[in-house]
């Protein structure tokens, strides 16, 4: 299969239009891979009063980002995921990353996860399609970590 450059694959909006969150209970939010910023104005659109974006490929890199906001919303290039998710939790209190399923079993991410279980996921009970082309041939969910008030329940949730 090839690549997409920069490993950008835009986010379907049902993938994440469904999701059952409070987002009045966010201020500020950053969409670090902000690609067509479908997801930033999404997050606009549901009120966050302050919607920060990178995106490598207009020279604006996540791993230069120095701020603090309430939410990082993203679905990260997934070559250097755990990287993506390390970097968020420390400029975030929530963090929603969409992940293959598969990104739970890895040894490599085994002492991540035993110290940072995430508090939600959100299953994909479709798979998504990144290219207009068909779909993955795995599943997908929305992890979620909360590192201060928990404003998403815990559990694991299903999307239809």
């Known amino acids: ?3 997409n450059a920069y490993d950008y ?3 379907p909006e049902w993938c994440y239009e469904k999701l059952p969150i409070d987002y009045s209970k ?8 902000a690609g ?7 997050l606009e659109d549901k009120g966050i009063e302050f919607v920060d974006t990178c995106e490598i490929q207009e020279n604006r890199d996540f791993f230069d980002y120095s701020g603090k906001v309430d939410l990082i919303f993203t679905n990260p290039p997934y070559s250097i995921a755990l990287e993506f998710i390390e970097k ?6 929530t963090v929603i990353m969409l992940l293959r399923i598969n990104f739970l079993g890895a040894q490599k991410r085994h002492t991540f996860f ?5 508090d939600a996921l959100y299953v ?4 998504p399609s990144f290219t207009g082309k068909g779909t993955d041939s795995t599943e997908y969910a929305w992890y979620v970590w909360q590192n201060k008030e928990k404003y998403i ?3 694991i949730y299903h999307i239809l």
Do not use: W
């Open 153 to 155: 329940n815990p559990g």
């Open 36 to 42: 067509d910023y479908r997801i930033a104005t999404f």
């Open 1 to 3: 299969m090839v690549r």
């Open 9 to 11: 694959y835009a986010t």
């Open 26 to 33: 966010y201020k500020s939010a950053l969409e670090p891979c």
């Open 114 to 118: 035993s110290n940072n279980e995430p």
């Open 124 to 127: 994909l009970s479709k798979r």
């Open 88 to 93: 968020a939790l420390q400029h975030a209190d």
